[in-house]
């Protein structure tokens, strides 16, 4: 029997000898680790041990870290806005003017709007400057409604034909249908079936220029789906024309048709042909296989 010497610096020995220092048993810190540490530990070899199959940390560890979820999410925003500058641009713009709209005194906004329309009397005196300033105002302060708007018809149609293509369509749009409607208000007034001062009425707004972008839309979807979109169109527009016949939904319905008319602009565009029908329904089949 041998005792043990309590001065001995190696601690009692066993059958094979004194314990080895490194063959001693660590304390395991149960905590889990900090962000950035590697769970596996120094050597390769997880300080917990091994994990049974299905253990909640393997589930959790293929969990997206909140800040990388965000970055994700800033970076797919960011791509979004990148895909449609002018139309982004446009809306910023509007936005901007939209909140000086809303400040300014009830009489000064209403001289400042017909000064700033393409009606007759501004069109003779400044036409370049009221076709530019007036796609960039609206008579009501409601930009929340023509965001979403843009979104579903402006955004799709630069995204498809590209910034240069989309300008050419909204700009065609605002200016054709502008001179056309108020033709037909200098015919009506010169025939004496509406007043003179309506030489002085507001025509502001960037309906004209987005109702080109829906009619140019039509040639982005596939056949039959084309046609079901054109005949809606249509009607919505016709419809909007016969219950409230005046000039201004006659430029509605006129900026429409210019912009179905622009298909040879559509030629040669990448993206073009899509079916909704298959779109739509690929995203619920993809989560119910997840």
Known sequence: MTTA??????????????????DQVEPVDWEDPEEGDDPSGPHGSSPYGSSPPGSARRGSAALPHPRRRAARTAAAVVRYLRSAPGTFIWLLILGGNT?????????????????HSTNLDELGHHPV???IASAFWTETPSFLFWFVL?????????????????????????????????????????????????????DIGVSYALSGAVGVLTWYFARPSRWFY???????????????TNFTNLGHL???????????????????DWRPEKSLLRKPVFLLRR
């Open 230 to 244: 054109l005949g809606a169109a249509t009607t919505f527009y016709l419809l909007l024309f016969g219950f409230s």
């Open 150 to 202: 843009f979104n579903l018809f402006s955004v799709p149609v630069e995204r498809w034909l590209g910034t240069r293509r989309w300008l050419g369509v909204v700009a065609l749009a605002h200016i054709l249908a502008t001179l056309v409607s108020e033709g037909a208000v200098a015919y009506l007034i010169d025939a004496g079936d509406l007043p003179y001062r309506t030489k002085h009425t507001i």
């Open 254 to 272: 006129t900026a429409f048709l210019i912009g179905v008319g622009c298909y040879p602009l559509t030629i040669g565009a990448h993206g073009g």
């Open 99 to 115: 909140f000086a709209l809303v400040r300014m005194s009830p009489r000064f906004r209403r001289y400042f709007l017909i000064t």
């Open 5 to 22: 010497d309590p001065t001995d610096p190696d601690g009692p020995a066993g059958p094979a000898g004194p314990l080895d220092p490194a």
């Open 129 to 131: 400057k009221v076709l």
